[in-house]
């Protein structure tokens, strides 16, 4: 169902890809197609507006993709005037909602994105990690063999005083065995239950006293060390929490200006699917996950 942290989300997605050029106090022209002359100005609003894919281009390949696209636009946009399109009701309409929605991103540049201060986006992070659940991770290594008899051998071995690491260098058949069947660092949900299960009853330097059967085969399992599981760093996600800062700006910009004026909505149908995706954001079990990627 669609939620009205997706209008925010899509909102912000067309908004951020809005970058308003740095004019120069000289416009310097750079092209001109017939009487028509293509300034500085319009090839950095070009170059903004290139397909994602030429975007990656070296700058000075994208400068030329974006002043060929310039061009073409220059060449047909003169003939629709010649033509009198401009002078169309469609045309105006089109050109009234462009308009609008270039007023709407720059508004949006001027109280969102530029009013975002490092110390909102910091705060917004302890504020998320605070809220995070505490979760243990554990590091272990196995030894993983075909047969319960061989399993309990191994276990035998080890209780003489056999280094785990050597037995499973040279009696493992997972992959891991030249690293002495280490598997690293691993939270719940991310093993088969039977070896979750018996991995997470250890304590630390334990081995297993019995075999473990799972799908693979039977596993003798040591646990190596267990603690919780740290937070990314700020450094990690900051971009996606500026996300969810700004994306309480612009909530903020819009019950301000929905408390302002009114909306009316004519269409009963219309009416009723608008009110399902601005349902207030709080009523939301996910409002609080990070918007869509941004370009």
């Known amino acids: 169902m669609l939620r009205h942290k997706f209008l925010a989300s899509a909102a912000l997605a067309v908004a951020v890809s809005f970058t308003a050029p740095a004019f120069a106090q000289e416009d310097a022209v750079v092209a001109k197609v017939g009487d028509m002359e293509i300034h500085q100005s319009e090839l950095d609003l070009a170059i903004q507006n290139l ?17 060929s696209g310039a061009i073409d636009v220059k060449l047909l946009a003169q003939g629709a005037v010649d033509e009198g399109i401009d002078e169309t009701d469609d045309f105006q309409k089109r050109l009234d909602y462009i308009k609008d929605r270039e ?17 909102e986006v910091k ?4 504020m998320e990690i605070a809220a995070l659940p505490k979760q243990e991770e554990v590091n272990a290594r196995h030894i993983l063999v075909k047969t319960e008899e061989e399993a309990s051998e191994i276990i035998k071995q080890l ?32 093993m088969v239950p039977e070896f979750e299960e018996a991995a997470f009853a250890l304590e630390k330097g334990e081995y297993t006293k019995t075999p473990v059967k799972s799908q693979f085969g039977y596993h003798v399992i040591k646990l190596e060390d267990r603690r919780d599981v740290q937070p990314p760093a700020f450094d990690q996600v900051e971009p996606q929490v500026r996300q969810l800062v700004m994306r309480d700006k612009y909530l903020s910009l819009i019950e301000q200006a929905k408390a302002e004026q009114e909306v009316e909505i004519m269409d009963e149908a219309l009416r009723k699917g ?4 601005n349902k207030a954001p709080d009523a939301d079990p996910a409002a ?8």
């Open 51 to 67: 397909d994602p894919q030429l975007q990656q281009l070296p700058d000075e390949q994208k400068r030329v993709a974006a002043l």
């Open 103 to 119: 007023l709407h991103n720059a508004y949006f540049r001027k109280h969102v994105v530029d009013a975002v201060t490092e110390d």
């Open 123 to 126: 705060a917004r992070y302890e």
């Open 159 to 190: 209780d003489a005083g056999k280094d785990f690491a050597e037995l499973a260098k040279e009696k493992s058949e997972d992959s891991n065995k030249s690293d002495g069947g280490d598997l690293g660092w691993f939270t719940k949900g991310r």
């Open 274 to 277: 608008y009110e399902e995706v």
């Open 288 to 295: 609080g996950e990070a918007p869509a990627a941004q370009q």
